[in-house]
Structures are given as C-alpha cells and as structure tokens.
Nanobody, 125 residues
Framework: QVQLVESGGGLVQAGGSLRLSCAAS????????MAWFRQAPGKEREFVAA????????SYADSVKGRFTVSRDNAKSTVYLQMSSLKPEDTGVFYC??????????????????WGQGTQVTVSS
C-alpha cells in the first residue's frame, strides 16, 4: 500500500495554469503506475491522465490532450499534473491514484486501489 497526498489546487481564471502535486509514501514508488482523476459536482469520477512506473509512457483523456502534462519524479516519490489553458469545465476535485504495476498506464478507475484525499480545482469564466 502507498499513501497519497495531493496539493496545488485552487481558484484560477479561464486560460490560466495550475500544477498539482501528489506525494507518495513508501520506498516502492517506482513500482507504481500513477494517475489523475477528477470529479465534477454531480458527476462520476473520470480519468484525466496516467504515467507508467518510469515516466516513459503517458496517457490522456481526449478532453485534456495538449493542455495537461503528467510527469513523475521517482527520486521524490511525487507525480505532477501541469494544467494549462484551463476551462470552466475542468472544475472539480482532482484525485491522485496508484496501481502497483510495471505494465502500461491503466485508465480505468477500478484498476486503482490507492487514492489520495483530493484537491479542489475551480476555474472561473
């Protein structure tokens, strides 16, 4: 198991940028694929982006491609989500998730069994 703590959320105007961070506990961070999900009010939690154990492979939801970048620093046990050109529809609680695997970048919510507490991102129009 790994414990995850997100930070970096806040209020930003449309067109602005934010960088989210997710710090993981434990010494086996580099055996986990990491992902970001978001949940808008009244909606289900949805996949945003994922990065494999090494950082060499990434995957994005179509809605964020070209605007968001996921990366990781295994030496710091931290994964990042750089968000640019933010839109009001990006508003929601962003969750970090971890799956112990050396294979690929899982995109399904059910595949992840470690979750952070979430950080709120609000984009004003």
């Amino acid at each position: 198991q790994v414990q995850l703590v997100e930070s970096g959320g806040g209020l930003v105007q449309a067109g602005g940028s934010l960088r989210l961070s997710c710090a993981a506990s434990g010494r086996t961070f580099n055996t986990y694929a990491m992902a970001w999900f978001r949940q808008a009010p009244g909606k289900e939690r949805e996949f945003v982006a994922a990065v494999n154990w090494s950082g060499g492979s990434t995957s994005y939801a179509d809605s964020v491609k070209g605007r968001f970048t996921v990366s990781r620093d295994n030496a710091k046990s931290t994964v990042y989500l750089q968000m640019s050109s933010l839109k009001p529809e990006d508003t929601g609680v962003f969750y970090c998730a971890a799956k112990r695997t050396l294979r690929g970048t899982p995109r399904a919510r059910y595949e992840y069994d470690n979750w952070g507490q979430g950080t709120q991102v609000t984009v004003s129009s």
